[in-house]
């Protein structure tokens, strides 16, 4: 399946002849070793044989097949945030906004409008791991491509039914103090890429934990856009993380936000929330649960671990597959619950009629 916008064109080929993955890796050290780039379809093949990724590039060397693979995720990462600013035209936001001149910053993206519009807002949290913003799986990317391991088509899904979007980047938390030769070279015996925690890294103010991270653009921005109706898309670790930004901001976030879309999720309601009532009804009024399951997309499946909310089958077995096989259900799902969440309001709100009008100028 190829990506495409509301025209009706190919966004991947457009972006192939102007953006590609293989003009990052010609400008790293290791062209030859990384002859890959993404095709017309977004799937990583070698640009000699047509193949998909080879791990074991060097024989008996699993450690410079590490590193290898280590350098490949690194320069995907620079790739997916060019294809959110320049595909997607999401703005960079660098935080803490207060940040003096030599401080570590990271950052998330945005729509344009996303803190002035009063549409509905859609914030994705994705899992915990070494992959940024605007990945589900980094692994995914690599075995399946950018349509099933990247959060662009949850995010042009999202422009093209006249929502805006916010992309968390909950795993970058530390900056990582390793010389740049040693995080990139193949052959150190030091971890070389920057990872959720580090004993060579220092913590980012407001961004120190996936957690931490959530909370500072919730406080910061998403709590404070003209927004309305915010709904949160939450994979793995970050279904977790959502869950403890409820217990947080219990209030404004069961005014703002009007539904949930957890995949896979790692929370758990009961020790989260210590058996808050409120806590507990609202997230099974107001969430819904994909799962890896083998049942068809959609199917309600029995869950004896967690009996919190409606859960679902994401039409797969596989975790990583989960996010891209169950889009479309997600977005069925938040439109249905947008809908009724404006049903209500129009029939709670009082009617403004003629009588009424005489009767509060008579009461002045």
């Given at each position: 399946m190829i990506m495409t916008d509301s025209t009706g064109e190919q966004t991947w080929l457009q972006i192939q002849h102007k953006l590609s993955l293989r003009k990052l890796i010609e400008g790293s050290e290791y062209p030859e070793d990384l002859k890959y780039d993404f095709n017309i379809k977004g799937e990583l093949r070698h640009l000699d044989t047509n193949e998909p990724f080879v791990f074991n590039y060097y024989k008996n060397s699993h450690e410079q097949n590490h590193k290898r693979y280590q350098v490949l995720g690194h320069l995907i990462t620079q790739y997916v945030y060019e294809l959110l600013e320049r595909v997607c035209m999401l703005q960079k936001v660098y935080i803490p906004t207060n940040a003096t001149e030599d401080e570590p910053r990271t950052f998330f993206f945005m729509?344009?409008?996303?803190?002035?519009?009063?549409?509905?807002?859609?914030?994705?949290?994705?899992?915990?791991?070494?992959?940024?913003?605007?990945?589900?799986?980094?692994?995914?990317?690599?075995?399946e491509g950018l349509e099933h391991g990247t959060q662009i088509p949850f995010i042009k899904m999202a422009l093209q039914s006249h929502r805006e979007v916010i992309v968390l980047n909950p795993n970058d938390n530390f900056v990582d103090l390793k010389p740049e030769k040693e995080k990139l070279s193949f052959f150190t015996r030091e971890e070389s890429l920057p990872s959720t925690q580090s004993t060579w890294g220092i913590p980012k103010r407001g961004s120190?934990?996936?957690?931490?991270h959530t909370l500072y653009v919730w406080d910061h921005f998403i709590s404070k856009s003209a927004a309305k109706n915010v709904a949160f898309i939450a994979h793995g670790y970050g279904g977790l993380v959502f869950v403890d930004l409820l217990v947080q901001r219990k209030c404004e976030v069961m005014n703002k936000v009007y539904s949930v879309a957890f995949i896979d999720s790692m929370h758990n309601t009961q020790h989260q929330a210590r058996n808050d009532p409120q806590i507990q009804k609202w997230i099974q009024t107001n969430c819904r649960e994909w799962v890896s399951n083998r049942k068809p997309l959609g199917k309600a499946v029995g869950s004896l671990v967690k009996v919190n909310c409606p859960v679902v089958s994401a039409g797969t077995e596989k975790y990583g597959l989960a996010p891209s096989c169950s889009l479309r259900s997600i977005f069925k799902y938040l439109k249905s619950t947008l809908k009724a969440k404006t049903a209500t309001a129009c029939r709670h709100s009082p009617v403004l009629t003629r009588s009424s009008t005489s009767k509060k100028r008579d009461n002045k």
């Amino acid at each position: 399946m190829i990506m495409t916008d509301s025209t009706g064109e190919q966004t991947w080929l457009q972006i192939q002849h102007k953006l590609s993955l293989r003009k990052l890796i010609e400008g790293s050290e290791y062209p030859e070793d990384l002859k890959y780039d993404f095709n017309i379809k977004g799937e990583l093949r070698h640009l000699d044989t047509n193949e998909p990724f080879v791990f074991n590039y060097y024989k008996n060397s699993h450690e410079q097949n590490h590193k290898r693979y280590q350098v490949l995720g690194h320069l995907i990462t620079q790739y997916v945030y060019e294809l959110l600013e320049r595909v997607c035209m999401l703005q960079k936001v660098y935080i803490p906004t207060n940040a003096t001149e030599d401080e570590p910053r990271t950052f998330f993206f945005m729509s344009e409008n996303a803190l002035t519009s009063s549409s509905s807002l859609v914030v994705l949290l994705q899992d915990r791991g070494v992959f940024c913003a605007g990945q589900w799986g980094q692994r995914t990317i690599v075995s399946e491509g950018l349509e099933h391991g990247t959060q662009i088509p949850f995010i042009k899904m999202a422009l093209q039914s006249h929502r805006e979007v916010i992309v968390l980047n909950p795993n970058d938390n530390f900056v990582d103090l390793k010389p740049e030769k040693e995080k990139l070279s193949f052959f150190t015996r030091e971890e070389s890429l920057p990872s959720t925690q580090s004993t060579w890294g220092i913590p980012k103010r407001g961004s120190s934990s996936p957690e931490e991270h959530t909370l500072y653009v919730w406080d910061h921005f998403i709590s404070k856009s003209a927004a309305k109706n915010v709904a949160f898309i939450a994979h793995g670790y970050g279904g977790l993380v959502f869950v403890d930004l409820l217990v947080q901001r219990k209030c404004e976030v069961m005014n703002k936000v009007y539904s949930v879309a957890f995949i896979d999720s790692m929370h758990n309601t009961q020790h989260q929330a210590r058996n808050d009532p409120q806590i507990q009804k609202w997230i099974q009024t107001n969430c819904r649960e994909w799962v890896s399951n083998r049942k068809p997309l959609g199917k309600a499946v029995g869950s004896l671990v967690k009996v919190n909310c409606p859960v679902v089958s994401a039409g797969t077995e596989k975790y990583g597959l989960a996010p891209s096989c169950s889009l479309r259900s997600i977005f069925k799902y938040l439109k249905s619950t947008l809908k009724a969440k404006t049903a209500t309001a129009c029939r709670h709100s009082p009617v403004l009629t003629r009588s009424s009008t005489s009767k509060k100028r008579d009461n002045k």
